[in-house]
């Protein structure tokens, strides 16, 4: 009988503890229009920053640094870098895409 209270106890708590208002929030719920947006977007970090030079010669790096420059010197978060042979996309100070062999 005591294992069977046990395991009933065991049972209430987990169901108290799911529906506790302690749990995390739900990802997917709509946003209560009280709270804070979102922080703003970020900028480009020195590693996403040392992985676009990574392997390019001199002067695409020098292309590419000129690139980066302006357009955080202008606030922007999203953008396309080009140099010759390819490009990123950054968007929030992260490389979401790349191609080679188009100008």
Do not use: C
């Amino acid at each position: 009988m005591s294992r069977l209270a046990t395991f009933l106890i065991a049972v209430l708590d987990a169901i108290r503890a799911l529906f506790s208002p302690t749990s995390p929030p739900d990802p997917l719920a709509p946003r209560d229009p009280g709270t804070p947006a979102a922080s703003r977007p970020r900028a480009l970090s020195p590693t996403v920053r040392a992985f676009i030079l990574d392997g390019h010669t001199p002067q695409d790096r020098a292309v590419l640094e000129q690139q980066i420059n302006y357009y955080e010197a202008a606030g922007r978060t999203s953008y396309t870098l080009w140099y010759p042979g390819g490009y990123y996309l950054v968007k929030d100070g992260q490389v979401v895409g790349s191609g080679r062999g188009e100008e």
